[in-house]
Protein backbone atom coordinates (compact mmCIF):
# COMPACT_ATOMS: atom_id res chain seq x y z
CA UNK A 1 0.00 0.00 0.00
CA UNK A 2 1.39 3.11 -1.12
CA UNK A 3 1.27 6.05 2.09
CA UNK A 4 3.53 7.97 3.71
CA UNK A 5 5.11 6.85 7.32
CA UNK A 6 6.57 9.28 9.98
CA UNK A 7 8.91 7.85 12.48
CA UNK A 8 8.97 7.99 15.62
CA UNK A 9 5.62 8.60 16.79
CA UNK A 10 7.02 10.37 19.78
CA UNK A 11 10.12 11.60 20.73
CA UNK A 12 11.38 13.06 23.70
CA UNK A 13 14.54 16.03 23.39
CA UNK A 14 16.82 17.49 26.22
CA UNK A 15 16.82 20.67 25.89
CA UNK A 16 20.20 21.70 23.94
CA UNK A 17 19.97 18.96 21.38
CA UNK A 18 19.14 18.54 17.91
CA UNK A 19 16.84 15.68 16.91
CA UNK A 20 15.67 14.20 13.27
CA UNK A 21 12.23 13.37 12.19
CA UNK A 22 12.10 10.84 9.23
CA UNK A 23 9.36 11.05 6.56
CA UNK A 24 9.11 8.61 3.87
CA UNK A 25 6.68 8.15 1.10
CA UNK A 26 6.26 5.64 -1.63
CA UNK A 27 3.73 7.15 -3.62
CA UNK A 28 5.82 8.64 -6.31
CA UNK A 29 4.71 12.09 -5.07
CA UNK A 30 7.09 14.94 -6.34
CA UNK A 31 6.49 17.94 -3.48
CA UNK A 32 6.74 16.69 0.22
CA UNK A 33 5.91 19.44 3.42
CA UNK A 34 6.60 19.61 6.80
CA UNK A 35 4.10 21.51 9.19
CA UNK A 36 3.84 21.87 12.78
CA UNK A 37 0.67 21.84 14.65
CA UNK A 38 0.09 23.29 17.85
CA UNK A 39 -3.43 23.72 19.98
CA UNK A 40 -5.08 26.59 18.62
CA UNK A 41 -3.00 27.51 15.94
CA UNK A 42 -3.86 24.50 13.02
CA UNK A 43 -1.18 23.77 10.89
CA UNK A 44 1.69 26.02 9.90
CA UNK A 45 4.14 24.78 7.65
CA UNK A 46 8.06 24.86 8.01
CA UNK A 47 9.74 23.92 4.74
CA UNK A 48 8.58 22.38 1.77
CA UNK A 49 10.40 20.74 -1.17
CA UNK A 50 8.87 20.85 -5.01
CA UNK A 51 11.52 18.77 -6.36
CA UNK A 52 14.81 16.34 -5.46
CA UNK A 53 17.93 18.38 -3.71
CA UNK A 54 15.98 21.60 -3.56
CA UNK A 55 13.29 23.29 -0.57
CA UNK A 56 12.04 26.43 0.18
CA UNK A 57 11.11 27.91 3.85
CA UNK A 58 7.67 28.28 5.20
CA UNK A 59 6.10 30.60 7.32
CA UNK A 60 8.20 29.22 10.42
CA UNK A 61 11.62 27.77 9.38
CA UNK A 62 13.87 29.80 12.38
CA UNK A 63 15.08 26.13 14.18
CA UNK A 64 14.26 23.62 11.50
CA UNK A 65 16.59 22.51 8.89
CA UNK A 66 15.68 19.98 6.03
CA UNK A 67 17.16 17.98 3.53
CA UNK A 68 16.05 16.19 0.18
CA UNK A 69 18.71 14.00 -1.28
CA UNK A 70 15.91 11.14 -2.54
CA UNK A 71 12.92 11.74 -3.57
CA UNK A 72 11.19 9.25 -1.17
CA UNK A 73 12.33 11.30 1.65
CA UNK A 74 12.28 14.83 3.43
CA UNK A 75 13.77 14.15 7.20
CA UNK A 76 13.04 17.61 9.31
CA UNK A 77 15.72 18.45 12.00
CA UNK A 78 14.42 20.22 14.81
CA UNK A 79 17.86 22.14 16.25
CA UNK A 80 18.48 23.77 19.63
CA UNK A 81 18.16 27.12 18.00
CA UNK A 82 14.34 26.38 17.82
CA UNK A 83 12.75 28.03 21.09
CA UNK A 84 9.33 26.33 21.29
CA UNK A 85 9.41 22.58 19.56
CA UNK A 86 7.41 20.70 21.94
CA UNK A 87 4.13 20.27 19.02
CA UNK A 88 2.60 17.69 16.91
CA UNK A 89 4.82 17.07 13.63
CA UNK A 90 3.29 16.27 9.86
CA UNK A 91 4.84 15.50 6.88
CA UNK A 92 2.72 16.13 3.48
CA UNK A 93 3.01 14.90 -0.30
CA UNK A 94 1.34 15.89 -2.95
CA UNK A 95 1.64 14.79 -7.01
CA UNK A 96 3.52 17.90 -8.06
CA UNK A 97 3.53 21.55 -7.57
CA UNK A 98 0.28 22.19 -8.04
CA UNK A 99 -2.15 21.08 -5.66
CA UNK A 100 -4.78 18.60 -7.43
CA UNK A 101 -7.77 19.74 -6.27
CA UNK A 102 -9.57 16.68 -5.55
CA UNK A 103 -7.07 15.37 -2.58
CA UNK A 104 -4.78 17.88 -1.81
CA UNK A 105 -2.12 16.04 -0.01
CA UNK A 106 -1.67 13.14 1.57
CA UNK A 107 -0.34 13.78 5.22
CA UNK A 108 2.03 11.00 7.43
CA UNK A 109 0.40 10.29 10.84
CA UNK A 110 2.68 12.36 12.70
CA UNK A 111 5.69 12.74 14.99
CA UNK A 112 5.05 14.07 18.65
CA UNK A 113 8.17 16.23 19.93
CA UNK A 114 8.27 16.42 23.32
CA UNK A 115 11.11 18.73 25.37
CA UNK A 116 12.35 17.28 28.59
CA UNK B 1 -1.43 37.10 9.34
CA UNK B 2 -4.20 34.85 9.16
CA UNK B 3 -5.13 34.33 5.62
CA UNK B 4 -8.21 31.32 6.45
CA UNK B 5 -9.24 31.58 9.64
CA UNK B 6 -12.10 29.18 11.62
CA UNK B 7 -13.70 31.53 13.96
CA UNK B 8 -15.33 28.56 15.95
CA UNK B 9 -12.93 26.51 18.02
CA UNK B 10 -15.86 23.64 18.71
CA UNK B 11 -18.87 22.72 17.92
CA UNK B 12 -21.43 20.28 19.36
CA UNK B 13 -24.11 18.79 17.57
CA UNK B 14 -26.94 16.14 18.34
CA UNK B 15 -26.39 13.01 16.06
CA UNK B 16 -28.95 13.46 12.80
CA UNK B 17 -28.83 16.82 12.84
CA UNK B 18 -27.09 19.04 10.77
CA UNK B 19 -23.64 20.16 11.45
CA UNK B 20 -22.01 23.20 9.71
CA UNK B 21 -18.80 24.26 9.62
CA UNK B 22 -17.68 27.99 8.86
CA UNK B 23 -14.21 29.16 7.22
CA UNK B 24 -13.58 32.86 6.01
CA UNK B 25 -10.63 34.14 4.44
CA UNK B 26 -8.66 36.78 3.35
CA UNK B 27 -6.81 36.70 -0.28
CA UNK B 28 -9.25 36.79 -3.15
CA UNK B 29 -6.15 34.67 -5.36
CA UNK B 30 -7.30 31.78 -3.80
CA UNK B 31 -8.13 29.19 -6.37
CA UNK B 32 -8.99 25.63 -4.05
CA UNK B 33 -10.67 25.19 -1.08
CA UNK B 34 -10.30 21.72 0.78
CA UNK B 35 -11.34 20.24 3.78
CA UNK B 36 -9.52 17.72 5.96
CA UNK B 37 -10.98 15.86 8.98
CA UNK B 38 -8.36 14.70 11.94
CA UNK B 39 -8.52 12.03 14.52
CA UNK B 40 -6.00 12.70 17.77
CA UNK B 41 -2.32 11.80 17.18
CA UNK B 42 -3.18 10.80 13.27
CA UNK B 43 -2.49 12.83 10.16
CA UNK B 44 -5.07 14.58 8.41
CA UNK B 45 -7.41 13.21 5.91
CA UNK B 46 -8.89 14.77 2.80
CA UNK B 47 -12.73 15.12 3.17
CA UNK B 48 -13.75 17.52 0.32
CA UNK B 49 -12.92 20.07 -1.95
CA UNK B 50 -14.58 22.86 -3.87
CA UNK B 51 -12.57 25.19 -6.91
CA UNK B 52 -13.24 28.88 -6.59
CA UNK B 53 -15.39 28.98 -10.22
CA UNK B 54 -18.15 26.92 -7.88
CA UNK B 55 -20.28 27.09 -5.72
CA UNK B 56 -20.98 24.17 -4.32
CA UNK B 57 -19.84 20.47 -3.74
CA UNK B 58 -21.46 17.48 -3.11
CA UNK B 59 -20.22 13.96 -1.79
CA UNK B 60 -22.62 11.79 0.35
CA UNK B 61 -23.29 13.31 3.88
CA UNK B 62 -20.65 15.85 3.04
CA UNK B 63 -21.42 19.23 1.26
CA UNK B 64 -19.19 22.55 0.87
CA UNK B 65 -20.15 25.98 -0.40
CA UNK B 66 -18.17 28.57 -1.46
CA UNK B 67 -19.49 32.50 -1.22
CA UNK B 68 -16.95 34.28 -3.23
CA UNK B 69 -18.09 37.78 -2.66
CA UNK B 70 -18.18 36.80 0.98
CA UNK B 71 -15.01 35.29 0.90
CA UNK B 72 -16.76 32.63 3.20
CA UNK B 73 -16.62 28.83 2.78
CA UNK B 74 -18.75 26.26 5.02
CA UNK B 75 -19.21 22.05 4.95
CA UNK B 76 -22.37 20.69 6.01
CA UNK B 77 -22.59 17.24 7.17
CA UNK B 78 -26.07 15.70 7.24
CA UNK B 79 -26.90 13.70 9.25
CA UNK B 80 -24.24 14.06 11.70
CA UNK B 81 -22.71 10.63 13.37
CA UNK B 82 -20.64 10.29 16.03
CA UNK B 83 -18.10 8.95 14.37
CA UNK B 84 -17.83 12.22 12.37
CA UNK B 85 -16.74 13.94 16.05
CA UNK B 86 -12.83 15.09 15.17
CA UNK B 87 -11.10 18.07 14.01
CA UNK B 88 -12.15 19.72 10.74
CA UNK B 89 -9.51 21.80 9.09
CA UNK B 90 -10.43 23.92 5.94
CA UNK B 91 -7.56 24.63 3.54
CA UNK B 92 -6.85 27.06 0.49
CA UNK B 93 -4.60 27.29 -2.33
CA UNK B 94 -3.02 28.98 -5.30
CA UNK B 95 -2.93 27.81 -7.60
CA UNK B 96 0.16 28.87 -9.55
CA UNK B 97 3.58 27.25 -10.12
CA UNK B 98 5.69 29.40 -7.73
CA UNK B 99 3.38 28.94 -4.88
CA UNK B 100 5.13 25.62 -4.49
CA UNK B 101 1.51 23.35 -4.20
CA UNK B 102 1.43 25.37 -0.52
CA UNK B 103 -1.54 24.81 1.33
CA UNK B 104 -2.69 27.73 4.10
CA UNK B 105 -5.11 25.97 6.96
CA UNK B 106 -6.94 27.13 9.24
CA UNK B 107 -6.80 26.64 12.90
CA UNK B 108 -9.68 23.89 13.04
CA UNK B 109 -12.68 23.60 14.92
CA UNK B 110 -13.54 20.45 16.60
CA UNK B 111 -16.79 19.23 16.25
CA UNK B 112 -18.27 16.55 18.90
CA UNK B 113 -21.31 14.57 17.90
CA UNK B 114 -23.41 13.18 20.63
CA UNK B 115 -25.19 10.41 20.45
Known amino acids: DGGITQSPKYLFRKEGQNVTLSCEQNLNHDAMYWYRQDPGQGLRLIYYSQIVNDFQKGDIAEGYSVSREKKESFPLTVTSAQKNPTAFYLC???????????????FGSGTRLTVV | DQQVKQNSPSLSVQEGRISILNCDYT??????FLWYKKYPAEGPTFLISISSIKDKNEDGRFTVFLNKSAKHLSLHIVPSQPGDSAVYFCAASRKMYNQGGKLIFGQGTELSVKP
Open chain 1, 92 to 106: ASTMGRMVAANYGYT
Open chain 2, 27 to 32: NSMFDY
